[in-house]
T-cell receptor, first 115, second 114 residues
Framework: AQSVTQLGSHVSVSEGALVLLRCNYS??????LFWYVQYPNQGLQLLLK??????LVKGINGFEAEFKKSETSFHLTKPSAHMSDAAEYFCAVTDNTGTASKLTFGTGTRLQVTL | DAGITQSPRHKVTETGTPVTLRCHQTENHRYMYWYRQDPGHGLRLIHY???????DKGEVSDGYSVSRSKTEDFLLTLESATSSQTSVYFC?????????????FGSGTRLTVV
């Protein structure tokens, strides 16, 4: 079965610093991969997606991620953190078994941005 | 989120009582999903639907049932709530069965079982 592993349940960066959130996936077939963001007391919002087109994917709010098949990774980056980026981030991979594709989520990484 | 609403937003219930959570969408999407979110576990799939009256189990389906009698509504029922079912429940919808565009999520229902 497909799965994702997010390294680091908490990441703290200074405002203006590089944001790097790690995600490694396991999939027996070419996957679709996603990053979602969750602000407090809200649902999940799609940041970006990889669906086998360009390996460098740009998303909303200045985030991007690079699909690296050789490393089975899909790390999320942002060059300069902003206080408003503080949230929880989830990586997800499609699981195409059964009657419909399902998203399998990682356990999440909480991003803290400090002054 | 626009097009998908969950009700209630918050609920406290007693152990052993039945509870039904509702997900309503106005997007006419065929696929609907129920997830639960717990600290350290991320989101885990409970049940999903691939059409009216067509449902299937996810990875944590024990103790839950679902129904979908019309395209816009997907109900999640806890037949006899237990404290382990205290969680935040999210509904999601997808236009494509391949989940190519990911899901759109509702705002969640926070359920506390006492």
């Amino acid at each position: 079965a497909q799965s994702v592993t997010q390294l680091g349940s908490h990441v703290s960066v200074s405002e203006g610093a590089l944001v790097l959130l790690r995600c490694n996936y396991s999939s027996s077939v070419p996957p679709y991969l996603f990053w979602y963001v969750q602000y407090p007391n809200q649902g999940l919002q799609l940041l970006l997606k990889y669906t086998s087109a360009a390996t460098l994917v740009k998303g909303i709010n200045g985030f991007e991620a690079e699909f690296k098949k050789s490393e089975t990774s899909f790390h999320l980056t942002k060059p300069s953190a902003h206080m408003s980026d503080a949230a929880e981030y989830f990586c997800a991979v499609t699981d195409n078994t059964g009657t419909a594709s399902k998203l399998t989520f990682g356990t999440g990484t909480r991003l803290q941005v400090t002054l | 989120d626009a097009g998908i609403t969950q009700s209630p937003r918050h609920k406290v219930t007693e152990t052993g009582t039945p509870v039904t959570l509702r997900c309503h969408q106005t997007e006419n999407h065929r696929y609907m999903y129920w997830y639960r979110q717990d600290p350290g576990h991320g989101l885990r799939l409970i049940h999903y639907s691939y059409g009216v009256k067509d449902t299937d189990k996810g990875e944590v389906s024990d103790g839950y049932s679902v129904s979908r009698s019309k395209t816009e509504d997907f109900l999640l029922t806890l037949e006899s709530a237990t404290s382990s079912q205290t969680s935040v429940y999210f509904c999601a919808i997808s236009e494509s069965g391949q989940a190519r565009n990911g899901y759109t999520f509702g705002s969640g229902t926070r359920l506390t079982v006492v």
